[in-house]
Each structure stands twice: as structure tokens, then as C-alpha cells.
């Protein structure tokens, strides 16, 4: 996926104009919002968990070189093979020459942010590999040719309608439009490339340093068919998603899919150590785990943002954020939407490739509040924010709206100028009102009503209202006034 965040803007303007998407995402979020809500109100030691999770992270991410060594010697020491990939461009040539040595055409893939992050599918089909996703959200996409929207669920904007309509013209499909009957027709068509693919490709959940166990969870059953049928399992992780012991999966696998999903645990949860071994039935003859950076080194040096890394990508702070609720995850021009795209997004890319997304929020904390590691997003957003900034100045200097802000300052540090020019507002704002407020702004000021409202200045402005008030006998020996008495 082609980094487009520099057009968040024109990418706004279009999700606003689409009632379709802005309804299909008020249901799913909403629904997801509920269920992560019912399941931890069931769930008393939710919070101590939260804390402990952090506790790990922070240890796991602290000492991430050490973990690091010891996951590759524990990997290798089962019969599996490490490799470190330093960006997107090396990760995709360690996968492209494992599956050319072994003669793949057709490989299957699991869903995976981060193999979306490098772009791989790309990457494979260019080197006449044909790739095939085989989570039902994912395929759709897929056939789409578009974008993930969500962390956890990639087609949240697509309607049955529309699934239906994209499966007629690219598969011929001739069913119904209900959910089962759609499920059930692709799952019939998967079933048979995951029997004929030579490589199965997965992302990581979790990676365990202690035993070179890697975890993933699911709801469908595809990722244990992709790791499991092939011969040849590849699977993509990014740097900071291991953690040292075993015992720490049953802290994070106890609040991922509550987080996500409000379930109790994943339908499915695999946890795969090396190849398959003498005696097994199942599993890979060849397992390769590739270990992507790709900036994340940046992040693990800057103490500002370092936290970021802790992200398990359950995906709830999307779907509390009005933000994303409003536009959806495609605005934001890359696979990591919502408050944790908007800080991962510039600081994998550069701040200069996306300089709007860390003002792609109304830092109401929702997404702090939900966070299973209690990432401070609002904070990073905020720092983020400041370099924006600081960057601009140092390229550009001042722009117009740092001289807007520096006259606001000094009008306020003189009251009676303030008034007067409040008075001078509200003669001038009056003409362009309606029912109390202005719909459009004249000239770049436009760019304001163009997405909210301008309330009209009140007729009467506080500090009279406040200097009346008090003026009243009743208010200066702490007796009600008639006015307050009557509301």
C-alpha cells in the first residue's frame, strides 16, 4: 500500500461526502465499542492485568536487543531460521528468495499489518508469485485492490451489499446476499489454494524469547491452515513484538481479544515452535521467522515516543476515536489508522510525509482510557504535534497563522481592546448568521465552517453577564440571586 498520507485532507473531504462508509463504520465501531465494554465489566482483574501487560512491555521493549538474541538462538536451536530485515525493501527480498529456492507460485498469507507495512503482496506478485489472503477480510480487500481500514477488521467498510456485488464480477459468484452464504462461498473457493500453495505467509502476535514460540490469534481458522498445510511457513514480525517469558502470553492473550473483539479469547490460538518435527502430522517442513526494523529503532531511541512500541494492535482505540469514527481508516493513508496510526504514521515515515495526522485528533483521551497497555497517546500526539511545528518554522519561518496567534495573545493581555474588538465581532458576524449560527465564513476563513459550525458571539458577553451578577446585593453576601432562584 502506497503511502498517501500527505492528501489527508482531500482523503477528509471524500470520506465526509460518503453517508454510506460513515454508516457502515458507526455500526462496527459501535458494536465493538459494546462488546469490549460488557467484557470487562465481566472481568474485575481486567486492570491489573492492563498494568501488568504494560510492566512486560516496558521490560520487553527496555532490553529489546537481549530478548531479540535470545528469540533467533531459540528459533535456530528448534530447526527454524532468523532473519533480520533493516527495512520493507529487505524484508520482502528475504521472502522472495526463500519461496524462488523452493520453486512457490502460489503462496497463502494470514492476515498481517505488518506485511501490509512492506507492501509484500506487491512485492511477490512483481516477482510472478501469485498470493492469495485467506482471512475473509483481507480477500476482500484484496479483490478491491484496496487498503486495510482497521486494525482487526480490514473490510469494516465494505456492506454485505457490496461483498456481494465484488464477488459476482471477480469470482462469479451467484448466491445470495447474506453473510452465511457469502462466508460460506469463499470459504469453499480458499480451501483449495491453501492445498496447492507452496508457502504460507503469517504475521506474529507474539514472539516468545524464552522458547522461540511464536502466537497467533484468529477467529476463522485460516492462519492455523496457512501455517500448517504448505510446506514452507514464513512469518513476518516487527522487532517489538516479542516477550521474554512464556508466561506473559496468558497476561496479553487475556486482554487482546477483550480489547479487540470483547470475547473471553480468540476462536483460535496457535502457538508454533520451529518446524515440524519427527512423528508430527501437521505443521511446516520449513519455518523462517523474518524480524523487520524499519524504523522502529528510531522509535526505540526516542524517549518521547519509545512507548509507542508497546501496541499489541488490538485496534479499540480506533474505535472510540470520533475521528476515525467519522473519516474511517483509509484517510489516513496508510495501514495504521486512528490515534496509534497518527504516531506511527509520522514516525515511520518522517513527519514531513505526514505532517496533518498528528492533528487528526480531538485529544479527548477515549483512546488512553481503552488502551490495554495504557499507552499515553494523547501525549505522543502532542509531541508530535510540537515538532510539526518546530519543523515549519525551521523551513518555512513563521506562517500566517503563528502572526494570527501571536495578535490573539496580545489582544487578550488587553482587556479593553479585547472588548471593543469583541463588540466590532459580533456587528460584523451578525449579517452572514442564521438560526443563531454562520454557516459559511468569507474568504480562507472558510476552510473552518467547512467542517463545523460558527456559533454566532452571544449578544450579551460573559464578562457583562459576570459583572451583573455580582453587581446584585444577594450575590456579594452569598444569598442566590432572583435569577438563579428562578432557573
Not at 514480525?237 to 487475556?254: Q, S, T, W
Request: hydrophobic residues 45%.
Amino acid at each position: 500500500m502506497k503511502p498517501t498520507s500527505e492528501q489527508f485532507r482531500e482523503h477528509v473531504d471524500e470520506a465526509l461526502a460518503d453517508w454510506g462508509l460513515r454508516a457502515a463504520l458507526a455500526a462496527a465501531t459501535g458494536r465493538f465499542v459494546s462488546l469490549r465494554q460488557d467484557a470487562f465489566a465481566a472481568f474485575p482483574e481486567g486492570g491489573a492485568l492492563r498494568d501488568q501487560a504494560r510492566t512486560i512491555k516496558e521490560e520487553a521493549i527496555a532490553r529489546l536487543d537481549e530478548h531479540l538474541e535470545q528469540l533467533a538462538f531459540a528459533v535456530e536451536a528448534r530447526g527454524g531460521n532468523v532473519h533480520f530485515a533493516a527495512d520493507a525493501d529487505a524484508a520482502c527480498r528475504m521472502v522472495i528468495e526463500i519461496a524462488r529456492q523452493r520453486g512457490v507460485t502460489l503462496a497463502v498469507k494470514s492476515k498481517s499489518m505488518t506485511t501490509e507495512e512492506i507492501a509484500l503482496n506487491e512485492a511477490l506478485e512483481h516477482a510472478g508469485i501469485r498470493v492469495v489472503e485467506t482471512d475473509l477480510g483481507e480477500f476482500i480487500i484484496q479483490l478491491a485492490v484496496e487498503g486495510p481500514s482497521h486494525l482487526i477488521a480490514p473490510a469494516v467498510h465494505k456492506t454485505r451489499e457490496q461483498v456481494a456485488t465484488l464477488f459476482r464480477e471477480k469470482l462469479g459468484y451467484s448466491g445470495e446476499d447474506s453473510v452465511p452464504a457469502l462466508c460460506a462461498f469463499a470459504r469453499e473457493f480458499l480451501r483449495g489454494e491453501f492445498v496447492r500453495a507452496g508457502m504460507g505467509v503469517s504475521g506474529v502476535n507474539f514472539a516468545v524469547a524464552e522458547t522461540g514460540t511464536i502466537a497467533i490469534v484468529e477467529n476463522e481458522g485460516n492462519a492455523r491452515l496457512t501455517t500448517t498445510l504448505p510446506p514452507v511457513h514464513v512469518a513476518i514480525m516487527g522487532m517489538e513484538k516479542v516477550v521474554p517469558r512464556l508466561a506473559d502470553l496468558a497476561v496479553f492473550l487475556r486482554i487482546l481479544a477483550r480489547s479487540a473483539t470483547g470475547q473471553k479469547m480468540s476462536s483460535y490460538v496457535s502457538l508454533l515452535t520451529g518446524p515440524r518435527r519427527e512423528r508430527e502430522e501437521d505443521g511446516a517442513q520449513e519455518f523462517h521467522l523474518v524480524i523487520l526494523d524499519n524504523g522502529r529503532s528510531r522509535l526505540l531511541a526516542d524517549p518521547e515516543l519509545r512507548e509507542s512500541l508497546y501496541c499489541i494492535r488490538c485496534g479499540a482505540c480506533l474505535n472510540v476515536c470520533p475521528v476515525y469514527r467519522a473519516i474511517g481508516g483509509h484517510a489516513y493513508g496508510w495501514v495504521y489508522p486512528g490515534p496509534i496510526g497518527a504516531v506511527l504514521t509520522p514516525a515511520y515515515l518522517g513527519e514531513s510525509r505526514a505532517p496533518d495526522l498528528p492533528f487528526a485528533s480531538t485529544l479527548c483521551g477515549a483512546c488512553a482510557d481503552v488502551c490495554p497497555v495504557k499507552i499515553a497517546l494523547p501525549h505522543r500526539l502532542l509531541d508530535l504535534r510540537a515538532r510539526v511545528v518546530a519543523e515549519k518554522k525551521r523551513t518555512k519561518g513563521n506562517d500566517a497563522k503563528s502572526y494570527v496567534f501571536r495578535a490573539w495573545a496580545w489582544l487578550l493581555t488587553h482587556p479593553s481592546l479585547y472588548r471593543a474588538s469583541a463588540k466590532l465581532a459580533r456587528f460584523a458576524l451578525k449579517p452572514m448568521a442564521k438560526d443563531g449560527r454562520i454557516d459559511a465564513l468569507p474568504g480562507r476563513l472558510a476552510g473552518w465552517t467547512r467542517t463545523r459550525d460558527f456559533p454566532l458571539p452571544a449578544a450579551e458577553p460573559f464578562h457583562a453577564r459576570w459583572r451583573k451578577r455580582w453587581s446584585q446585593p444577594s450575590a456579594r453576601d452569598g444569598t442566590p440571586s432572583t435569577t438563579e432562584r428562578t432557573e
